[in-house]
C-alpha cells in the first residue's frame, strides 16, 4: 500500500466511542462489563492499525471489528478455574485439584460463608475465640494427640513447625529422605526458609540409627522423618523405624518430628491396599510433632494439620508465622466436616470421595466399567475399536507411592483420527475432558469418573469422531 493509502485507511478507522455505542445495542455484549468491551475494542483496533502499517491485508468494516472484539471480550470473562472429568484413574491428582469433598463439607461451607459466624467467639462467654479451635479437639480425638493446630496446608505446617522447634538449629535428616513433592516443595529448601541448619545423614538407600545418633552435636534441634510420598527405593535399603528414633530422641533429649506427607485416619489395609501407618499410630509412636495434608488421603479441604505435645504446639501457636499460615474460615467449615465423618469409619468410606473412589471393590469397578462401555460403544457404534481391559490406576498425591490399584478401563482406538489428537480433543472441549494414552489407545479410567458424567463422555466422544 501506498504511504497515502495508508494514511487514508488508518484515518478512516472506525472511532471507539462509535463501536462501543453500537456494541451497547449489540446482544452478542450483553452481560459483558463496559470496561471489559472497551478493552477487547482497542486492542482489536491496535491490531488492525499494525496490519495496515504492516501491509497486511485486514478488514476496516465495524461488523468485522465488533465480531474480533466480542471474541476478545467473552475470552476475557470466561471463568478461568473450572471443572473437568477426571479419566485418569488418579484419585489425588495435584493438577486437578486433589480431594473432592463430600457433601457434609460443601454444604456446611455454605451455612458458614453466607453468614456471620463464632470463627473468634467464644459464645459461652462473649470473649475473644481462638479460629482453629474449631477442629482441634476433633483431631486429637481421631489421632489421640494431645494437642493440634490446622493452617494452610501441609508445606507451611512443616516450615511453621521446623521454625518453631529448631530455628538456627541442625535438624537430622536421612539422605533418602530428602525428597521433592510436585510444585517445587523441596525438604532441603523449606529447612532453610525455616531457619533451620540441614544435616544430613546416611545415604541415599541406607540409612541406620547409629548415623543419627552420630550426627548429634550440642546445635542438634531435632529429628526429622520424611514420608517418602512419591517415589520408593527398591533393593538394598535400610531406613530407621520411627520407634527406634523416639528411643533415640529420648535418650539424647531431642524432639523427633515427622512428616508424613498424606496422613491417613483410617487403615486402607482393610480394604486391600497396602498398610500404611496412620496418624494415630505415629502418635502412639511417640512423635512429638506429626504433620500431614488435609487434602491427600484424609479427603478434606486443602490444610496443613500440626498434632503432637501440647508444650510443642503451644509454641507454635505463639509463633508468629502461624498468623501468616493461618486457615480461613470455608477451609475450616469444610475441615470439621469431614473430620466428623471419621467417627464412623463406614460412613467415611461412603460419604468422602477421596476414601471411596480408593477402596472401591473391583467387581463393583467392572461392573461401572461395564455400563460405560456399553454408553460408549452405542455412541460410537463403528467409529473406533473399543474395549475393556484390565489395567491400573495411581492413587496420586503422594499416597501409596507405586501402588497400583487394579482397574477395568475403557480402551478407545479411533478409526478416522490419531491417539493423541483424540487427547487433544477431549481436553480441548467443555467440559475438559481428562483422559490418557497407553499403548496407542485412549484410555478412560472409571474410578474417578462420577456419577452423571458418563454420557457426557460419550456424547463428547461422538462430537469429535462423526466431526473428524
Ligand atoms: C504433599 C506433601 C507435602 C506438602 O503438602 P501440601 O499440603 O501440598 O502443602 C509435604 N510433605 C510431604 C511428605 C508430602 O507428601
Redesign the pocket.
Known sequence: MAPLDKHNSLKHLPGVDHLLDLAKKDDRFIGIPRSVILDALRKTLDHIRQDILADIETSTDHDTILLAANILAKEKVRPRLVPVINATGVVLHTNLGRSLLCEDALNNIRTIAQSYSNLELKIETGKRGIRYEAVDDLICELTGAQSAIVVN????A?LLALNTIAKDRQVVVSRGEL?E?GGS?RVPDVMTKSGCILKEVGTTNRTHLRDYADAVSDSTGLFLK??A?NYKIEGFTASVDLKDLVLLGKDKNIPVME?L??GTLIDFSKYGLPLEPTIADSVRTGADIITF?G??LLGGP?A?IIVGQKKTIDLIKKNPLTRALRIDKLTLAALESTLKLYRDEDTAIQKIPTLRMLTIPFKDICKKSDVLFKIIKEALGDLADIEVAHLNSRPGG?SFPELNLATQCITIKPKNISVSKLEMRMRLSTPSIIGRIEDNKYIIDPRTIQDGQETVISSTLAKILVKK
Open positions: 496446608n501441609n508445606a507451611g512443616v525428597v513433592i516443595f520424611v514420608h510420598s512428616d506427607g498424606s495434608s487434602d491427600k486443602q496443613g503422594g
